[in-house]
């Protein structure tokens, strides 16, 4: 059986008890529908060779490698990860454009009784969608950019604005990247594709007529690009800004990079990307400050520096005017939830008529 997508918020009610993507391991790497998991028909070897030999040899022969190496495959599939399901279970596989790979493997899921679907038009079909979404069409969102500088617990401010009940959108959460020269996170970004993908889902479940929250971003966070549908309708959005005292900003900073200050030396290499930028001089004090264990002020060192002349420069090339200010004496969670209410109304303010 068939199935169709015709929009990205189909896939939070998927009929199907489990998705597979029947793709190589490197493919599903690169991007898959939310929640797949990757049971490939052939291997990132294996697909290379068919390929070869469907090209430059006989096409023939390499449906019928293909079909063994596929039949194999799924026989260890069904042996493994797939010998508990019971009569009731309902698949969905997909493959790049729902063809042979996964038709092969959904035929034998068929026969064996389970009632599967296919993908109309396999992965390409949902990546359609994606690109539709975030690249041709606007958006239809009501968004406001919440700024702020440095070390304004921006990223805190959305979990507790979601949790209050606003829509948000969290770009350094989707981009697993703090979006500056020292924001890396462990695990790496994501692929750009697997990025958007999750990007346009989230999108999909928001209400329209409802204003999302969105931290004031460049259009890049860390190397993953903000798609141009969403970027156009951040460079138009109201803007509430959060401001904050320095020595604040500074603890806020040395505790949510925690995860560097305690690797001193990744730290160290890391602040020489910004030798280009700052000079030899700042870089050496900086690393000083790391060899000190002076995280604070180190902290406070590269707010005031490097971090807060840079989105100086940012709102000014992007005219970002701050209709609202919210000011945050301090920075812990007793403080931030204190502010919320001022915040929520600062965002309401902004997008009334």
Request: hydrophobic share 40%.
């Amino acid at each position: 059986m068939k199935l169709t997508l015709t929009d990205i918020s189909e896939l939070s009610h998927l009929a199907a008890d489990t998705v597979i993507d029947a793709r190589s391991p490197a493919e599903f790497a690169e991007d898959h529908l939310p929640g797949a998991i990757n049971l490939p028909s052939l291997s990132d070897d294996e697909r290379a060779q068919v390929g070869t030999i469907y090209v430059q040899d006989d096409r023939f022969k390499a449906r019928r490698i293909g079909a063994s190496l596929v039949a194999r495959n799924v026989a260890a599939h069904l042996e493994g990860p797939l010998a508990n399901y019971d009569g009731s279970w309902q698949p969905l596989v997909y493959c790049w454009r729902g063809g042979q790979r996964s038709g092969a493997f959904a035929s034998i899921l068929e026969q064996i009784g389970w009632r599967t679907h296919l993908l109309d038009g396999g992965y390409r079909a949902y990546r359609r969608l994606v690109v539709t979404m975030l690249y041709e069409q606007p958006l239809a969102l009501r968004p406001v950019l919440l700024d702020g500088n440095t070390g304004t617990a921006k990223t805190r401010l959305l979990e507790l604005l979601a949790g209050a009940g606003a829509q948000v959108i969290d770009l350094e959460g989707l981009a697993n990247h703090r979006g500056s020269a020292l924001g890396a996170r462990e695990g790496g970004q994501p692929p750009q594709k697997l990025f958007e993908g999750r990007l346009a889902q989230c999108i999909a479940a928001l209400d329209p007529l409802r204003p999302v929250v969105i931290e004031a971003e460049s259009h890049k966070v860390g190397t993953r690009i903000v798609p141009p549908s969403l970027w156009m309708a951040m460079k138009d959005a109201p803007v509430v800004r959060v401001t904050a005292p320095l020595p604040a900003r500074a603890q806020y900073l040395a505790k949510a990079y925690a995860d560097m200050t305690d690797q001193p030396d990744v730290l160290i290499q890391s602040l020489d990307l910004l030798r280009p930028l700052r000079g030899h001089e700042a870089v050496d004090h900086w690393q000083a400050m790391v060899e000190a264990g002076e995280f604070p002020e180190l902290a406070a060192s590269l707010m005031q520096h490097h971090y807060d002349p840079g989105y100086e420069r940012a709102r000014e090339r992007h005219d970002r005017a701050a209709a609202e200010t919210v000011h945050l004496p301090a920075l812990d969670d007793a403080a931030l939830d204190k502010a919320l209410p001022a915040l929520m109304e600062a965002i309401e303010r902004v997008t009334r008529p």
